[in-house]
C-alpha cells in the first residue's frame, strides 16, 4: 500500500475536524478555554440501560426503546439510543455506533439522522 494513501477512516477524521473546527470559528465556544479534539472509535460498552415505555409526543411512536449509557473505549460515557438488539440489553455488551433515522420532522417530511448504538457484529467464519 502506498504510505501517501490515506484510508476512509482517516478522510473521515479529516473531514469531521475541519467541519468541527469551521463551526468554532464561526461561533466559538465561550469560556471553553483550550480544547483538544481527537478521534473517538465509535466502540464501547454499555454501561447502564433503560427501556423506555411512555416517551415524549414527539419519540411515541417508537416506543418502546432502550436508552443506554454507552462507556466509549477512550473514556466519555454518552447517552444513545440501542438499536438492532437481538435479545435483552446487558450491562458490559459491547457495541458499535451506527447512523440511523431518529424522526421525521415538518410537513415536508425531512429525516433526521443520528447516533445509536448496535452490538458488534461477530465476523462471519
Given at each position: 500500500?502506498d504510505?501517501?494513501?490515506?484510508?476512509?477512516?482517516q478522510q473521515?477524521?479529516?473531514?469531521q475536524?475541519?467541519?468541527?473546527?469551521?463551526?468554532n470559528r464561526?461561533?466559538?465556544?465561550?469560556?471553553?478555554?483550550?480544547?483538544?479534539?481527537?478521534?473517538l472509535s465509535g466502540?464501547?460498552?454499555?454501561?447502564?440501560?433503560?427501556?423506555?415505555?411512555?416517551?415524549?409526543?414527539?419519540?411515541?411512536?417508537?416506543?418502546?426503546?432502550?436508552?443506554?449509557?454507552?462507556?466509549?473505549?477512550?473514556?466519555?460515557?454518552?447517552?444513545a439510543?440501542l438499536?438492532?438488539?437481538?435479545?435483552?440489553?446487558?450491562?458490559?455488551l459491547?457495541?458499535?455506533?451506527?447512523?440511523?433515522?431518529?424522526?421525521t420532522?415538518?410537513?415536508?417530511?425531512?429525516i433526521?439522522?443520528?447516533?445509536?448504538?448496535r452490538?458488534?457484529?461477530s465476523?462471519?467464519?
Open positions: 500500500m504510505p501517501h494513501e490515506t484510508s476512509a477512516y473521515r477524521l479529516t473531514h475536524l475541519a467541519y468541527w473546527d469551521h463551526v464561526a461561533q466559538p465556544l465561550e469560556g471553553a478555554g483550550d480544547v483538544e479534539l481527537f478521534p466502540q464501547g460498552s454499555v454501561y447502564s440501560f433503560t427501556t423506555v415505555t411512555t416517551p415524549a409526543e414527539p419519540y411515541a411512536e417508537f416506543a418502546p426503546y432502550v436508552m443506554a449509557l454507552v462507556k466509549l473505549d477512550e473514556g466519555p460515557i454518552v447517552t439510543q438499536t438492532d438488539l437481538g435479545g435483552p440489553p446487558e450491562i458490559g459491547r457495541v458499535e455506533m451506527v447512523v440511523r433515522k431518529l424522526r420532522d415538518g410537513v415536508h417530511g425531512i433526521v439522522y443520528g447516533p445509536k448504538f452490538p458488534i457484529l465476523p462471519a467464519g
